[in-house]
């Protein structure tokens, strides 16, 4: 496994080894002690998968009180996965990275607790694959809305994703920033 950081303040991407043979491929996809080494002291106590169609936008969501770190991993298609840094005393807070993600590319994305997070399904369907540091909390979810006129994120759209009532919904950075600050 190799862990390279991003822009963003504790944010790494993880290109994992793969071993081929006549027989097929093998890789590692975990290891909790190297994951440990380079994205800190986290436990990963929740599964999640996600199935989207070419064009759906899911994002950017976040829980407040119990943020949750993901490590995710596109199994299926190609997508580009958006990061927005809600943590105060960042380095790189209120700021955005985008990164693609493929399923033909052996990576794993790490996001610390405290960010938003979305991706834009570019080619699909797209299987993503994401663990996290906190169980689901309905009560404290929240959405960044994607087209935030501040923080301005260049989403790679082809015409206007397909999102989710929720989604739809989302809140603005000036809405949402003192809620971030407390």
Not at 8 to 18: G, R
């Amino acid at each position: 496994m190799q862990f390279q950081p991003l822009a963003l303040a504790n944010v790494q991407l993880i290109t994992l080894k793969v071993f081929q043979d006549a027989r097929g491929s093998f890789m590692e996809n975990f290891r909790l002690d190297q994951f440990q080494a380079h994205c800190g002291p986290y436990q990963l106590v929740q599964d999640n998968y996600s199935v989207s169609d070419a064009s759906v936008l899911r994002g950017l969501h976040f829980q407040l009180r119990r943020p949750q770190g993901k490590l995710l991993q596109v199994t299926r298609g190609r997508i580009f996965d958006v990061l927005v840094d809600l943590r105060p005393n960042s380095p790189t807070f209120g700021r955005w990275e985008g990164i693609w993600l493929d399923s033909q590319l052996p990576q794993l994305l790490w996001v610390p607790p405290g960010f938003a997070h979305g991706f834009y399904v570019a080619e699909g369907p797209a299987d993503v694959s994401y663990k996290c540091t906190d169980y689901y909390q309905p009560d404290d979810q929240f959405v960044l809305t994607y087209q935030d006129p501040e923080l301005q994120i260049q989403w790679p759209c082809d015409g206007q994703p397909l999102l989710s009532d929720k989604d739809q919904r989302g809140q603005s950075w000036a809405e949402l920033l003192p809620l971030l600050r407390n």
